[in-house]
């Protein structure tokens, strides 16, 4: 079943879409409201919700605590044809000043179960962060994500993503996700998951699935070995990356070199357009110094992928999302 289409007379082709627009929402919020209730929220700011803290309101936000809330949710979603975006840390992630028109699903799905033994494990949800996760690990003497201790985001995302830093990433430590399909739910191994750098059968798109939860290979370790290594790797992002609000890397590392090396060569550290930056700490990130718009960070990126790929004839690929409504 299809939401029901509105009944359209004159008017011009932006205002029917528009009138399209409102009974759709209205029959989203009503149509999520039977089963999640309060939950349920309309015309919702995104920016808060993101690291960058940019971005205009959804039409329509449902707040997930479980993995079945966020299953029963996506199956209603699909089973309408409503346009969604699934939202965890928020990071990596550019939302548009424009919002996004359709249902914003937030991810508060933060359940964990340890299993531990001479091959300990973790099972979570798909909207637990992975630093805290890390964290979490520590203090059990278990090892293995200290690489994430630092990483923004959720484990979703992560396995979504293929996530990484200091050397490790989730092809070290997935075992199996849990994915929504269309088919229902199943469980798809480290194998059948694809990686590559920053990316997945899902992110390619070749897979149409919704992470709902991991499980995630450990290694015995001590708590003071651990802890050692997660604030190594914290000293060490202090010292080779910016603080304040960013959308986390902007770019994927080319093959054989950096991004954030080219973007230095090209002389664009420092530059600056509306309250947007790229950092002078770091070149693949940009900054948000306050109340920075969308399109100022979009205009950044154009020009840093039209200066590095004249310089050095290499065209940077974004590592961020753009999300929501884009004047291309």
């Known amino acids: 079943m299809r939401a029901p289409a509105a009944v359209l007379g004159g008017g011009d082709a932006a205002e029917s879409e528009n009138r399209m627009l409102m009974v759709n929402t209205a029959f989203a919020v009503d149509l999520l ?24 309101p959804a039409d329509v936000m449902v707040s997930v605590k479980s993995a079945d ?39 508060r799905a933060k359940e964990t179960r340890f299993e531990i033994g001479d091959q ?61 399909t269309l088919g229902g739910r199943e469980k798809v191994t480290l194998e059948q998951m694809k990686y590559g750098y920053r990316t997945s059968v899902l992110k390619r798109g070749e897979i149409r699935g919704i992470v709902l939860s991991a499980l995630l290979k450990l290694k015995n370790s001590s708590k003071e070995e651990v802890s050692v290594k997660i604030e190594q790797f914290s000293e060490r992002r202090k010292a080779t990356q910016p603080p304040g609000a960013s959308l986390g890397s902007m770019f994927k590392n080319p093959e ?16 600056r357009i509306g309250s947007a ?52």
């Open 69 to 107: 809330e966020l299953a029963n949710a996506m199956q209603l979603i699909w089973q309408h044809e409503l346009p969604y975006y699934i939202l965890g840390g928020g990071s990596n992630v550019l939302v548009s000043d424009d919002g996004f028109r359709g249902v914003v699903v937030l991810d």
């Open 256 to 271: 054989g070199d950096y991004a954030g090396r080219l973007i230095e060569s090209a002389g664009l550290k420092g530059t």
């Open 277 to 328: 930056e790229i950092s002078t700490v770091h070149g693949n990130f940009f900054i948000n110094h306050g109340e920075t718009k969308a399109e100022d960070i979009r205009a950044l990126i154009h020009l840093v992928q039209n200066t590095v790929k004249e310089k050095f004839n290499v065209f940077l690929e974004l590592e961020v999302e753009l999300v929501g409504d884009w004047n291309i």
């Open 120 to 180: 300990p494990t973790v099972w979570c949800e798909a909207g637990v962060t992975i630093a805290n996760l890390a964290k979490r690990c520590a203090s059990k003497g278990l090892a293995g994500l200290e690489w994430s201790a630092t990483v923004p985001g959720t484990v979703g995302g992560a396995v979504y993503g293929n996530a990484g830093a200091f050397g490790g990433d989730m092809t070290h430590n997935l075992i199996w996700a849990e994915l929504l």
């Open 33 to 56: 409201r039977q089963t999640f209730g309060d939950a349920v929220q309309e015309n919702v700011t995104l920016a808060p919700y993101t690291s960058a803290r940019i971005g205009g």
